[in-house]
Structure formats: structure tokens, C-alpha cells
């Protein structure tokens, strides 16, 4: 069935987030950047969903391109709804906003009434073997591209429309989402190359040195985030390096400062840009 937008979809940039908006968003940062197991962010991502953007469900999926798998995280998780999950990839070709998102590249979010009036969806088997069943009538969902893998977040309601704050609020997490998910895939697959690695045996490669001349830190400080790099905490640290957790928090303050980021995360990831993954 040949699809036709029934309007111009939404133009992500040009509103502010409102106050009680930007509140809301920045109390779910600290949770998104302190996962650092990607095979648990994606849950992390749909509870941050469920808080920010009300609705009937709430759903993440992590598409790994280079094996075509489909991961469904799904909020509220029940087996009726998970059952339905075939019916809406069979009639794929019929979701209007992926055929948009092909066509222009854009991650920003988007609704399924973008592009299809309730009687145009009513027609469609996408709807009939999946929205349906759930009572839902409308989804708006934003994409991240991160390594081989493609995640959507989604909300969905029984009511169509989602106003312009809610498009918006969704546009101003892609930017974290795509960063706590790189960060969270780097920690992962380092953790994978060095199984049974002694705590005090840094990956093969891995030297302060760089981290201080990057960052201008002192030879310290760049030891203590080397192993903030490997997902290490402050005790841990402090064990390796033979000094106080107090200590290695007073280290990590002030390379949070000079490296001009807030979380442990954000700084570990940086590291790792810097360091490369080991072999």
C-alpha cells in the first residue's frame, strides 16, 4: 500500500524546552550515564521514556545490523504484547516514519500521524496485527545509530497526536542516549577482551601518559582515570593504586574540572577515545 504524508512532519530545533521540561530531563541524565552494561541500558532508556513522556507503552529496540538481531525492551513487559512483536516486523514496510528516515537520515523524533490518518492506519496490517490488539492508535519514536546498532525509543498512546514540548523533550535526549550507549558498548567490549585479567594489569597498550598530555593532567590523576576507563570504582582504584577512596575522589574532581565533565562515565569514555580499545 503506497503511503502519503498528511503533513509536513515536525522540525526538530526550533523550540526551547520549558523550564519544568529541562528540570525533568536533566534528573534522568545521572541514571542513563551510570550504566555501564550495555546489555542493561536499553532498559535504563525505556524507564527514562516512561517518566519523561506519558503513555500507554513505552518501548526501546536494539537492532544489531551486522548479525540482524532485534532486541525489544518492552514497558509494561507482558507475554500478550511480546507475542505481537512478529506481526508489527512482518508489516514493516508498511511504519511511514522508517521509509521517512531511510529516505532523509534523520533521527529525530516522529509520529506514525506524521504520515497516516486514523483512517489510512485502520487500513493497514500493521495496525491490524499489532496496534490493535494493544489499543494503541499513535507512536512517536526518535533513532540513535551507534557502532553496528540502530536504537529506536518509542512512546505509544491510544489517543493520536503528541504535542510539541513531548517531540521536543524526545529530540533533546538522542544526543545523551547515543553518548551513555557509546560509552556503555566501549566498557562492554573492553570488559570482553580481558576476562580473568588481574585488577592491577592494565589492557595491553594502555599508558597514563597520553591521558595526561591530552587532558593536562598530573601523572596521577592520569592513573587514576586509566582505571575509571576500565569501569573501575573509587575502591578499586584506591586498592591498585595503594591509596585512600577519599583520595582517588579528590583525584577524579579535579579531572572532572580539566577535562570539563561532570560524570565518571563521560570521562571514562573520553579515556577511551583517547586510549583505543585494546588488540
Known amino acids: 500500500m503506497q503511503l502519503h504524508e498528511t503533513r509536513t512532519p515536525f522540525t526538530p530545533g526550533l523550540h526551547s524546552l520549558d523550564t519544568a521540561a529541562l528540570r525533568a530531563l536533566t534528573a534522568e541524565l545521572p541514571a542513563l550515564y551510570a550504566e555501564s552494561d550495555a546489555r542493561r541500558l536499553p532498559q535504563v532508556f525505556v524507564d527514562a521514556l516512561a517518566r519523561l513522556v506519558p503513555g500507554e507503552s513505552h518501548d526501546v529496540i536494539v537492532h544489531d545490523v551486522a548479525r540482524g538481531h532485534r532486541h525489544w525492551h518492552l514497558r509494561p513487559a507482558a507475554p500478550a504484547r511480546e507475542s505481537l512483536v512478529p506481526g508489527f516486523f512482518a508489516n514493516f514496510h508498511e511504519f511511514a516514519p522508517a521509509a521517512y528516515r531511510r529516505r532523509t537520515g534523520t533521527g529525530a523524533a516522529l509520529a506514525l500521524s506524521d504520515f497516516v490518518d486514523a483512517p489510512g492506519l485502520e487500513r493497514l496490517a500493521i495496525y491490524r496485527e499489532f496496534y490493535r490488539p494493544l489499543g494503541l492508535a499513535d507512536d512517536l519514536s526518535i533513532h540513535v545509530r551507534g557502532g553496528g546498532s540502530i536504537l529506536c525509543a518509542s512512546v505509544m498512546r491510544r489517543q493520536r497526536g503528541f ?34 585479567r588481574r585488577a592491577s594489569a592494565a589492557p595491553a597498550g594502555w599508558q597514563p601518559e597520553p591521558l595526561a598530555v591530552n587532558f593536562g593532567l598530573t601523572p596521577r590523576e592520569a592513573e587514576v582515570l586509566l582505571w575509571v576507563a576500565q569501569g ?9 593504586l595503594g591509596i ?19 560524570t565518571r562515565h563521560a570521562a571514562g569514555l573520553r579515556a577511551i577515545e583517547v586510549l583505543g580499545l585494546p588488540g
Do not use: Y
Open 244 to 262: 585512600r577512596p577519599h583520595t582517588v575522589r579528590t583525584h577524579l574532581k579535579r579531572v572532572f574540572a580539566k577535562m570539563g565533565v561532570e
Open 232 to 240: 573501575k570504582t573509587n575502591p578499586d582504584v584506591a586498592t591498585i
Open 163 to 196: 504535542t510539541t514540548g513531548e517531540r521536543e523533550l524526545l529530540n533533546a535526549l538522542r544526543p545523551h542516549f547515543k553518548q551513555a550507549w557509546a560509552h556503555a558498548e566501549a566498557v562492554t567490549t573492553l570488559r570482553a577482551c580481558s576476562p580473568g
